[in-house]
Structures are given as structure tokens and as C-alpha cells.
């Protein structure tokens, strides 16, 4: 669909009169809505649940934009087309932006059935963590080079699935959306976007438009899929006069390419632990001269939660190319692997709520590992400012495997207090410390996860989502919010970012963004939107629960936007697979479904000829008898006794009279 198309209504006249032209002849249409309304009348004549095309537009080509390119490929939303805007020079969000040394994922493992942990080459310590099952389900890897997988290994493996599954084709590279703008009249979205100079990395904060050109176009689209990213707003310390640092400068999620290089035999300052900070300090350790670590709270350091399907220790391991092509070879041994994992994830999420003895016992855990290691290393004396009192997961728990061992590393300094100020060569902090003679500073010091849009996303009535989710981020079920018709987010507020792998989450959204597009296309459906009453008692409901949990307790976190006492607004009320179920039977009473027939008389004009599509356009693998497939506890009547004479009535089963 151009910019300046007509109206969804006359785009859905236009369609259904395409595929019956000319004058009906008698009985091939409802003649009561000849006069009455064009759509009607043309509905009339096509089958029940005929598609209407729609044009969707998503933006960013993470996890999250290629789930949604690929549903349109196979044909899981059919009749629709996508166009996808990414604002980098490549697809993988997260992946393509987050190449700081030691950005690790777990990917897969297992317990019964797994490769020996002899025999594998073991890894690390560096740049081990906590993570989480990454990959579609649709493009099993059983490529992995190692249990935990490295950064650039699932940059490879996202870049693969764009190629080999067809995807790239959806993605506009280099095009950056400004802004956003719900048309009532003409019920669609029209989309600016600004073609950047092609830069590798392009910022998406407010009011930054580093990289954006004089070019600038709009699209305009049926339904806007907002696939942005939660972790795309990175942010600098909160300190002034950054610029009077003379060294070089990186962030964790803006890392150029070349940085590497600058790091061998330097002094380098490390701001932060949260889990980027605990991945990068053990993978820099053996190459630089001196590290500072600047930490200003608390964490917990604990194993990964499972450790128990990696090599001792929880350490990392090589494949062997054996156990690849077996994998490879047996796709159903694969999937077996990888259910063990996923089952082993889903079991541990009574950890995050409060008073289980799972937490009781990480806690425990922790303790243990945390003093043990910090004693070892002869660095005791950080444990008082390091355990935590807060329960674990309340900030990302974060396994860190070889981070205390590295900050117990005679290279290593730890340099406690808030970074307060930036000088010409090193940084001063709110404690008194300064630290001087620095070459590199790295700021692994996260995002701003406000939840609102980083730029104007103007729905009904005039509303800016930006305005209204700066002030209170809430959305229905993480995915679409009031006001905002035919808009969708993965990955929204109220999300379960905060255990198990967020990529199966958005696989399920994306099923269930699919669901409601099918609806819009088969129902005659100009627009859904969340009712108002339902979003603000889904917050509510949210935000008592989640009192119950250990993110509610005192730490500052991700979940809370770095506050200790704010709203956890980015979390899903309940565990990953309560929030699956949720998606898989979708309430569609807590909307509003706007037909593109005005009349309330004629919300069911989509019952259209009265015929289904297979009855009018028989194909060879048409079924016209489906509802008598047996179910499974089918059972065959034995011979009956009456002969069909019952207490004297006769029946003729053959016409039912
Ligand atoms: C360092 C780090 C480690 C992580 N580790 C894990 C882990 O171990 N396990 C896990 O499950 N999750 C992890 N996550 C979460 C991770 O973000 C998700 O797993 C997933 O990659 C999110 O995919 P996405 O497509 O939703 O968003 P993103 O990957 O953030 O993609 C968003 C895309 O939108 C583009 N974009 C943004 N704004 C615009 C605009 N205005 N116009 C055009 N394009 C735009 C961006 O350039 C980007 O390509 C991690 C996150 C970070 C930051
Ligand atoms: N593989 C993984 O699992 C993985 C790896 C990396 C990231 N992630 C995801 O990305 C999210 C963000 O992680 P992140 O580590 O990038 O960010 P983060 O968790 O927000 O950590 C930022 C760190 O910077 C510190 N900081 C900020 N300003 C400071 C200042 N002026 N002085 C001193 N310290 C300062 C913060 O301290 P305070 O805590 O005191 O605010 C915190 O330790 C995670 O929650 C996780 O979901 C996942």
C-alpha cells in the first residue's frame, strides 16, 4: 500500500468485487444488501472467511521482526505483506548492536542423554552468564560450537535464518522510523521513516538522529507491528562532562567493531555489574595491564541456573563435530536435548517468588559460592559490600562464571561508590576514589527501560504512546495498548523478561499477533483495540502480584528502570508458561473489534455467500466431510437391538424426518 491510499473499507470493497465481478446473477447474492451498503453486498457474494489482504509494518529486525517476516513467508498469516524497517545496517538487534568481548548466551544442554563432558574441549571462564534457550523453534541449530553461546555465534545464527529461511527480502536495512500516526478516517498507519547514511549502528534514543539524512518518506499500513526491541535505548552514566575523557569511550551496546584492538595491554576502567559488566570484566582480564571496576551495588553472583547440563562447574564446553552431525542426523534426539533444558528452565521460576525454598536455598547457594570464591581469591573483605540483602533474581541473576575469580585478579581494582565525574584520563567517584592514567573507559552501564516509545506513536484521540507510557507504562498482556488500534508489541511491558528464554516468548506473541490479524482479515474488521476498564485492571491485577516476588524486593533494577522502589511494570504476573497459555486463548471480549460496516445491523455481513471457501473452490485436497475424523476415543457402536423401531416410531435415517 502507497501513502495516500484509500480507506480499508474501500480496499476491502475493491477486493471482494475482484474476485466476483460483474452483475450477480440470481441467487449469487444477498440482494437485501444491494441498497444498503456496498461492502455488504460485495462480502455477499465471496465465501465465509474469505482474507482480505492487509499490509503490515514492522519495526526492527531483531528476534521479534524476522518471527513476524517469517509468519507471512510460510503462509501462517496468508494474504499479507510485510515490510520490515531496521534501522542498522543488518538484522539482529541485540546481536548486531551487543558485540562487547564475553556477550555469551546459554543455548543448549542437557542431563540424560548428553554428550560426555569428557572428551570437549572446555572453555572460559570468561563470559559465562545466566541466559536463556536462543533460537526459533522453527530453525533448530544443532550447529552450536558450544554449549554457551558467544555473541558473534548467534549474530551467525540469526544472519542464517534471515538467508536460508528467505527472510531478508521483508527488511529494509538502513531506514529508521520517526514517527507514527494512526489514521481514523482511513483506519491504516502512516509510517515517516528516514533513510540513515548506512552506518553500521544507528542510535534509537529520543532526540538523537546521529546517522538520519535529509530523506525522508512515509508508508502507510493496515497494522503496525512495533518490534523495537526492550533492550535498544542505551544509555551513558548519568554523569556530566563525558567529553572530557581524552581516551576512547565504548558502550557494551554500541561496541564498533575495531574496538577490540584498543584494549590489548591498556588501563581500563569498567563501569558496572549488572550482567553485561560481569561478562566483560573475566574476558578482558588476560589482556589488559590494569582494570578498575567501578561497582556503586550489590549482586548476586551465583552459578547458572543450569549449570547442572554444563561441564563442571558450570563451565562452558565445545561440541564435538560427532555429537553435531548426530544431532544433525536425528532431528528427534535434537528436540529431546533441547526439551530438557527448556523443562529444566521452566521448573526453576518458584525461585523468583517469595519465601519458596527455592529461593531460600539460591540464597543459601549464593552465600556459599560468593564467600568461597571471594575468600579463595584472598578478596574477602568485598563480601560486605557486595552480598546483597534483596533476594536473588531481583536483579537479573547473574551466573558470571570467572567474574569473582577476576575480581579477585591481581590486575584488578575495585573501585567502590557512584562514577560522579569524568576527567581527562580516569573518573571520579561519589566515595573520593579517583582513578587516573585510564586508556579506555568501557560503560557497561545498560538501557533506559522506561517502556515508552522513542518516538511519537500517535493513536486515537490524539494520544502519543511515548507521552502516556512515560507516565505510566501499561499494555494488555504485554502486547497491545488502548487508544493505540491495529498496534502490536513484542516484548512490551509487562513481559516475561524476567526468566527463561525471551525468544520463545516472542514466538508465542507473534502467534498470537497473528491470531488477531487472521480476525481482522476474515471478520470484516477495520481496527481492534484493547478496551480502556480491561488494560487498567490487567495493570492492576499485574502489579499486586508481583508484589510477591523477589523482583519486588529492595535492589535497583532493569525491571524497575535502575529504581529500587519504582513499578515493576516490565514484568509478566506469573511464570513463562502461565503467560503461554494466556496467549493460547486469547480473550478477544476484552477488545473492541470495529466492522468496516457502519451499521450494527450488518456485523455479521462476513458470513458472506453462506458457503465455505472449500464447497466454491474445491481443490484436490478438499475435504468436504472433516467433522467426521474419529478422535481418539472413538469407539464403534456394536449391532443395535431395535432395528430402528423404537417403542413403535419409526425413523428414516435418510432424510431425517
Ligand atoms: C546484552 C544482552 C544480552 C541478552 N541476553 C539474553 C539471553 O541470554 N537470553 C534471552 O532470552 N534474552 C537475552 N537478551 C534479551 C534480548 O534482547 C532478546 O533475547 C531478543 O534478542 C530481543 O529481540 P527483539 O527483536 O525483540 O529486539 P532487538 O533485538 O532489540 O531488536 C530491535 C531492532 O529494532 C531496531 N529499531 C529500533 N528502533 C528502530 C527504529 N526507530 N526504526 C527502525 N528500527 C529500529 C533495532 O535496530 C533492532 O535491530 C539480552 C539482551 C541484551 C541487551
Ligand atoms: N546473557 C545474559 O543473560 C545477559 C547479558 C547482558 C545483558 N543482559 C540483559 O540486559 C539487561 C541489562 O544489562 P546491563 O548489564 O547491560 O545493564 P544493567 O543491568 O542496567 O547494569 C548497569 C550497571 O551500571 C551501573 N551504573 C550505572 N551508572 C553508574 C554510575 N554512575 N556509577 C556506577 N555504576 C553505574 C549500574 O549500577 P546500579 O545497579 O547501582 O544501578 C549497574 O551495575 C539485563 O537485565 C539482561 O536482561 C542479559
Not at 184 to 193: A, C, F, K, L
Not at 333 to 345: A, G, M, N, P
Not at 600 to 606: K, V
Request: proline share 5%.
Amino acid at each position: 500500500m502507497a501513502a495516500h491510499a484509500s480507506t480499508a473499507r474501500d480496499r476491502a470493497i475493491q477486493y471482494y468485487q475482484s474476485l466476483a465481478p460483474g452483475q450477480a446473477k440470481p441467487g449469487e447474492a444477498t440482494e437485501g444488501y444491494k441498497d444498503i451498503d456496498e461492502l455488504a453486498y460485495a462480502l455477499s457474494r465471496v465465501p465465509t472467511f474469505t482474507s482480505r489482504p492487509l499490509k503490515v509494518i514492522a519495526i526492527g529486525a531483531g528476534f521479534s521482526g524476522l518471527a513476524l517476516a517469517r509468519a507471512v513467508h510460510v503462509g501462517k498469516l496468508q494474504n499479507a505483506s510485510i515490510t520490515i524497517y531496521e534501522k542498522n545496517a543488518g538484522v539482529g538487534g541485540t546481536w548486531y548492536e551487543n558485540r562487547y568481548p564475553g556477550c555469551v548466551r546459554q543455548l543448549v544442554g542437557g542431563k540424560r542423554r548428553l554428550p560426555k563432558w569428557r572428551g570437549h574441549a572446555k572453555i572460559g571462564p570468561s563470559g559465562l552468564t545466566h541466559g536463556q534457550l536462543v533460537k526459533f523453534s522453527w530453525a533448530p541449530n544443532p550447529f552450536w560450537p558450544s554449549y554457551y553461546a558467544k555473541g558473534p555465534d548467534i549474530q551467525a545464527y540469526i544472519d542464517s535464518v534471515a538467508d536460508q529461511h528467505g527472510l531478508r527480502e521483508y527488511v529494509k536495512t538502513g531506514h529508521k522510523v520517526t514517527n507514527a500516526m494512526w489514521l481514523e478516517d482511513r483506519q491504516t498507519w502512516r509510517i515517516t521513516v528516514n533513510k540513515t547514511d548506512g552506518r553500521d549502528l544507528v542510535i534509537s534514543s529520543p532526540d538523537v538522529s546521529e546517522g538520519e539524512t535529509g530523506t525522508t518518506f512515509d508508508d502507510e499500513c493496515d497494522v503496525l507491528v512495533n518490534c523495537s526491541g526492550f533492550f535498544n535505548n542505551w544509555k551513558w552514566p548519568n554523569v556530566a562532562d563525558r567529553s572530557k575523557f581524552m581516551g576512547k569511550l565504548f558502550h557494551t551496546a554500541a561496541w564498533p567493531r575495531d574496538a577490540e584492538n584498543d584494549l590489548d595491554g591498556k588501563t581500563v576502567a569498567l563501569i558496572g555489574n549488572g550482567s553485561s559488566g560481569v561478562q566483560v570484566l573475566p574476558s578482558i582480564i588476560d589482556r589488559v595491564k590494569k582494570v578498575y571496576v567501578h561497582i556503586r551495588s550489590p549482586t548476586w553472583i551465583t552459578t547458572n541456573f543450569v549449570a547442572k547440563f554444563a561441564g563442571p562447574g558450570g563451565m562452558n564446553y565445545n561440541y564435538t563435530e560427532e555429537q553435531k552431525a548426530a544431532w544433525s542426523a536425528d532431528p528427534a534426539s535434537y528436540l529431546d536435548y533441547r526439551r530438557q533444558i527448556e523443562e529444566e528452565l521452566n521448573s526453576r521460576f518458584p525461585l523468583y517468588v517469595d519465601h519458596t525454598p527455592e529461593q531460600k536455598a539460591a540464597r543459601e547457594f549464593g552465600i556459599k559460592e560468593m564467600t568461597t570464591k571471594l575468600r579463595a581469591g584472598g578478596k574477602e573483605e568485598l563480601l560486605e559490600a557486595m552480598l546483597p540483602d534483596f533476594a536473588v533474581g531481583c536483579r537479573r541473576a547473574t551466573p558470571g562464571n570467572g567474574y569473582l575469580e577476576a575480581l579477585c585478579h591481581p590486575k584488578c581494582e575495585v573501585v567502590w561508590g557512584k562514577v560522579d565525574a569524568f576527567t581527562s584520563d580516569g573518573l571520579c567517584t561519589s566515595s573520593g576514589a579517583v582513578t587516573s592514567g585510564v586508556d579506555v573507559i568501557i560503560c557497561a552501564t545498560g538501557f533506559d527501560l522506561s517502556c515508552a516509545p522513542r518516538f511519537p506513536i500517535i493513536g486515537q484521540n490524539g494520544i502519543d504512546l511515548r507521552e502516556r507510557w512515560l507516565e505510566n507504562p501499561h499494555a494488555y498482556l504485554s502486547v497491545t495498548a488502548t487508544d493505540m488500534p491495529n498496534y502490536f508489541t513484542l516484548m512490551g511491558p509487562y513481559s516475561p523478561l524476567g526468566h527463561g528464554s525471551v525468544v520463545t516468548s516472542i514466538e508465542m506473541v507473534t502467534r498470537y499477533i497473528c491470531d488477531f490479524i487472521r480476525k481482522l482479515q476474515t471478520q470484516n474488521y477495520g481496527y481492534v483495540v484493547p478496551k480502556p476498564h480491561i488494560a487498567a485492571a490487567y495493570q492492576k491485577h499485574a502489579l499486586a502480584w508481583l508484589a510477591r516476588t523477589a523482583w519486588a524486593s529492595h535492589c535497583a533494577s532493569t525491571y524497575k528502570n535502575g529504581t529500587v522502589d519504582g513499578k515493576l511494570n516490565s514484568l509478566h504476573p506469573g511464570s513463562r508458561l502461565h503467560y503461554f497459555e494466556l496467549l493460547s486463548t486469547p480473550r478477544y471480549e476484552d477488545f473492541e473489534w470495529k466492522s468496516l460496516c457502519d451499521s450494527e445491523d450488518l456485523i455479521f455481513a462476513w458470513l458472506a455467500t453462506g458457503f465455505t471457501d472449500g464447497e466454491r473452490n474445491p481443490r484436490e485436497d478438499t475435504d468436504l466431510t472433516w467433522y467426521l475424523e474419529p478422535d481418539k476415543h472413538a469407539k464403534q457402536i456394536r449391532q443395535t437391538s431395535t432395528n430402528g423401531d423404537m417403542n413403535g416410531c419409526r425413523v428414516n435415517v435418510h432424510n431425517g424426518a
